[in-house]
């Protein structure tokens, strides 16, 4: 059956477009829901009358949509989850997650709708997703997946560094103890003094 969408609906149709769905999706959801009226002959000529308004609606809503835009292409947002080995998660991303990022990180608040998310995010590393604020106006988006826990290379460097500083402070150890030996065997491989000779004359 055809229906006149009065609202915008995800992947139906924005307002004033006449759309065909099915009678069960009308009568049960859109209809009650204020998102929708049957496509009848009075309708149709009443929607006739409203399009200059729609117009002007949709010219705002792009131009909203474009400022939006405009503040979130070639942003990048940051969420740190558990993740065990290889980075693999022990859930999965959702909208909600990012868009809750966005929200704190960049001071927008999206629709977690509007986001572009055709696969579940299940592994740490860097994902490029659309934002799809109006039609042809999609920013791009990047969302870093980091572990709460120390990834494996830098933990190894870490080591590195540590195990270095210690081999560094047992060679300096070993040189002052290797100094003062060698002091201590070159005091008594030293000629006695002149007193001591005297002394020992005198015995």
Known sequence: MQVILQKEVQSLGREGDVVKVAGGYANNFLIPKGLAIMATAGNLKQLEQRRSSIAKREVALKSDAEAEAAK??????????????????????????????????????????????????????????????????EPVVEVKVRSDQAEPEAMAAEAESVEAAVEEVSADSAVETESAESAAVEEEAAPASEDEEADEDEA
């Open 72 to 137: 979130l292409e070639g942003k990048s947002v940051t969420i740190t989850v558990k993740a065990g080995a290889e980075g693999r998660l022990y859930g999965s991303i959702t909208t909600k997650d990012i868009a809750a990022a966005i929200e704190e990180q960049l001071g927008l608040a999206v629709d977690r709708r509007r986001i572009e998310h055709s696969h579940p995010i299940k592994q740490t590393g860097n994902f490029m997703l659309k934002v799809k604020l109006y039609p042809e106006v």
